[in-house]
């Protein structure tokens, strides 16, 4: 038997392996942020989408591009203002929660598919055990709550619930519905950006600002009660 035939049965079987596969995951959001960092799409922004787009093709492009651009760590307030600024606030909104479904259902299945063999075995704690169970039990209302709450990131939220037994309906559906009101308000605020004190752009800077500063105020509380514990 040569060489090779033994070779690659055993090279298949390693790659299979939960760490194996974590590790390619860690691999692929590191070169994602890298390409990020090197190509700064974020410029797409300040210097004009490509003018050979327009309507329906640009805003599915822009879509496809913002769902990427997640999995890569780029902060979704950034985008959605660009949304905005590009599309106008209506076809803003929907190209930008287009995009948000889409990059959370890319971060689910690649933690899904890559990690969650490997990190499962180490939610062992008391805390890491009841978030698994909340998760896990009661997907649609844990991940409505995260998409809800200001203090939560994206990819923080995309990566537990992917390592939990969520269900890609809830997952996909809690995501669409919980990110209506922030994206809608960044996209609104960057459509109207150019007319600072117009009632549109200064309902959008409320509708930021308030769920911040009291996601701010139940964490700072959360936390002492924690410590008093």
Known sequence: MAAADVVRPRLAEALLRPWARLALLVLLLAAAASCV??????????????????????AVVFAVVYGLCTVAFVPRPLLNLGAGALFGSVLGTGTALAGTVLG??????????????????LLRGRWLE????????????????????PGVPFWAANYCAAVSRMRWRAFLSATALGSIPNTAAYAVAGARASQPTSPAFLISLACITIPGLAGAVVAWRRR??????
């Open 224 to 229: 002492h009660q924690l410590r008093g514990a």
């Open 104 to 121: 959370a259902g890319i971060a689910f299945g690649l933690g899904r598919a890559l990690g969650q063999d490997a990190l499962r075995p």
């Open 37 to 58: 960092l090197l190509f700064q799409p974020q410029r797409l922004l300040t210097h004009g989408w490509p003018p050979q787009l327009g309507g329906t093709a640009a």
């Open 130 to 149: 009841a978030a698994d169970g909340q998760l896990s039990r009661h997907g649609f209302r844990s991940m409505m709550a995260a998409r809800l709450f």
